[in-house]
């Protein structure tokens, strides 16, 4: 279903999103938020800029954007997929459950924060270009891939990063020589292990914006984890 989101408010354009069963196409959309919030089993295309909180609280849905997106992508999503081809604001994958993310280029401050992950329920965040500060904040699970294409001079991440870290893992396509992390985090190289837990997912990131899989894997990789003698971790789970 085609639906022209040019003269929609986001309370219109989300009525007529969920008044049908299709799948559904939105042009031109401009900062309407909370689209296809809650969202399952359904397809959405987004040729435009959709506002804050897209597929927030996502639960099963595949959502396609051919443009930028605002702040909150994917807020507290349960399961599904969320594809940007472009970039995103601040707090992408905020509380993120599960499900998968996957950014074309840049994301802004607080990207995966508070991420959780139980049993079989592991989310995945894949960022192409870079990420502003606090990546990965209070990160109690999933993954978070950041590759640093096209970043120039710029530094993979930006300042605070993995603060309050207290579960999962986050891989960056650096030696990180220019990044400061906090002391509650154990950073070192990856291992063939660890490239194995990616690949994966950047192999899919390939695939969906036209990367070779195998020039994007062949450079320095650094995971980032919780020290075992984090203090934030005795405030979030069970001894």
């Known amino acids: 279903m085609l639906i ?6 986001y309370v219109a354009l989300n009525e007529s999103i969920r008044k049908t069963d299709e799948n559904c196409e939105l042009i031109g959309c401009l900062g309407q938020r909370y689209i296809a919030a809650g969202m399952a089993q359904r397809s959405i ?11 927030a609280y996502l639960n099963g849905a595949t959502i396609t954007v051919y443009g930028n ?15 940007v081809h472009g970039n995103v604001g601040d707090a992408v994958g905020y509380a993120m459950r599960s499900g998968e993310i996957f950014v074309k280029g840049n994301a802004g401050y607080r990207a995966g ?12 965040m894949v960022i192409g270009g870079v990420a502003g500060s606090f990546l990965g904040e209070y990160q109690a699970g999933g993954k978070i891939i950041v590759l640093g294409l096209g970043r120039a001079s710029r530094p993979i991440i930006s ?7 207290h579960g999962g893992k986050v891989y960056l396509r650096s030696d990180c020589r220019d990044v400061l992390f906090p002391d ?3 950073v070192r190289s990856t291992t063939d ?20 899989v195998a020039q994007v894997m062949n450079a320095a ?4 984890t919780p020290n075992s003698n984090n203090p934030y971790k005795q405030m979030y789970v069970a001894n």
């Open 159 to 165: 300042n605070f990063p993995c603060t309050g870290m």
């Open 4 to 9: 022209n989101a040019s003269h929609l408010d």
């Open 113 to 124: 924060i508070h991420m959780k992950e139980y049993r079989d329920k592991v989310p995945v």
């Open 184 to 186: 509650q985090v154990t």
């Open 45 to 55: 295309r987004i040729d435009g800029v959709p506002g804050n909180a897209l597929g």
């Open 221 to 224: 990789f650094t995971v980032v």
């Open 69 to 83: 997106a605002q702040d909150a992508v994917g807020d507290t999503m349960n399961d599904g997929r969320i594809i």
């Open 193 to 212: 292990e660890d490239l194995a837990d990616i690949f994966k997912y950047v192999s899919e990131y390939c695939n969906l914006f036209g990367y070779d």
